[in-house]
Each structure stands twice: as C-alpha cells, then as structure tokens.
C-alpha cells in the first residue's frame, strides 16, 4: 500500500504568514463536530434548501473526515491568514453554495463532504503563495516495501514493513498538477461527481482569488520579508 499526503506548505518568508487562523480552526472544529452528533446531509436533486451548505459539513466515513481535515489545516491555515477571517469565510463558505446549488439543480445522486471547499482553498494557496513549497510526505506499507527494499536496501529491519520520506516540490507546480490529477481519474474509472466537485471547487478558488481586494492578492513584501 502507498499513501501520499501533503505534510506543510513551506512559506519562505515566514513574516508574511500573520496572526492566527481562528476561522480555519473554527471549521474544522465544526466538521468535526457534525460527524460526532451523526448529522448527515447529502444535496442533489429533491433534497432541502438547508441542503445546499449542510452537505459540505458532513462525512461518510472517520478517514473521508481525517484527510480532508488535515487537508484543510495544511492549506487553510496560510490562506486565512493571508486573507483575514471575514474574506476566509466567505470564500469557503460560497465555494460550498456555489457548488450545492449546481449539485441541487442537476446532481441525480447524492454529494457529501467538504472537499469542493477543500480545493477551493487549496487553489487559493497556490494562486496567493506561488513561491511557497509544498512538503509532501509518501509512505510505503508491506508488501510494497519489499518491492521498493529490493530497490533500495532498507538501512533499519522495520523499513521492510513500512517506510516513509518527506519530499518537497514548488507550490506553482501543483497548480496543474493537481487538476491533471483529476482529469485522470475520469479516463481511469470513469464519470464520477467526486474529481467533478473538486474541478468546481478549484474554479471557486479561482474565482474568489480574482474578486479579492488588490491589497491581498498584489501585497508587497515589507522590509522584514525582503531581508
């Protein structure tokens, strides 16, 4: 088994990162907080106006929660406090009406989860942070460490069970390789409103990296970042 998750998004000035992120933490928590108390809204065709924003609050499963959380934490920390609460939210929040409205008028089945939200943020990164890098952590788990062990000999015995590394590429790069990602996995498995959700969302970022004041998107760097 092989698992890649995103570890850190590396500014290299660390003097514009700001305060700290209440309204990041804030939805986190109450993600968190609606898979506790059962609460589950799904959006699509028939499904209740209160549907629209209660689906990108919910989860299927403990690991749909914990990945797209630690997602959120990675990406959404910098970005709040590059934008402030009150422009987070509301780019987070309209990311997820935005596409719970598409998903009502034209979705036959059902969509749940934050990830939509989730990309838009992750877009937003990428667009405000573009010399930022990303730390990406892989992990091999056996049997594929004995595959990769008779590539590279393990230097410990329990990395023949499990082994793991940290690597980092430029921020800018994900911008696209993130959506090819995506695309992807229409040709490999088919239509599925899943990768669609997170094309949307990524949209969403876009377009809420262009409606932002020009104080955000084109701040200059004070003396202590250009040291």
């Not at 990309?119 to 990164?125: E, K, L, P, R």
């Not at 409103?193 to 084109?218: E, F, Y």
Request: aromatic share 14%; net charge positive.
């Amino acid at each position: 088994m092989f698992f890649i998750l995103p570890w850190k998004l590396r500014q290299k000035h660390s003097a514009s990162q700001g305060g700290y992120p209440v309204a990041n933490v804030a939805l986190i928590a109450l993600n968190v907080l609606v898979y506790l108390l059962g609460w589950s809204w799904v959006v699509g065709q028939g499904t209740g106006l209160l549907s629209i924003l209660m689906y990108g609050f919910c989860h299927v499963r403990l690991w749909h929660l914990l990945l797209n959380m630690w997602a959120l934490w990675v990406f959404g920390n910098p970005v709040n406090r590059r934008l402030g609460n009150g422009f987070y939210l509301l780019a987070y929040l309209g990311s997820i009406v935005t596409i719970g409205l598409l998903a009502r008028f034209v979705l036959d089945g059902g969509l749940v989860g934050s990830s939509g939200a989730l990309f838009a943020v992750i877009a937003m990164a990428l667009l405000l942070m573009p010399a930022a890098a990303l730390e990406v952590g892989c992990v091999a788990l056996f049997p594929l460490t004995v595959v990769v062990g008779l590539l590279a000999k393990p230097k410990q015995a329990y990395q023949w069970i499990a082994r793991w590394a940290v690597f980092s590429i430029p921020a800018l790069w994900c911008l696209l390789l993130i959506p090819l990602m995506q695309l992807w996995s229409f040709f490999w498995s088919g239509w599925s409103w899943g990768p669609a959700a997170h094309l949307l969302g990524m949209m969403c970022g876009v377009a809420a990296v262009l409606m932002l004041p020009t104080r955000i998107t084109m701040r200059r760097r004070s003396v202590a970042d250009m040291v």
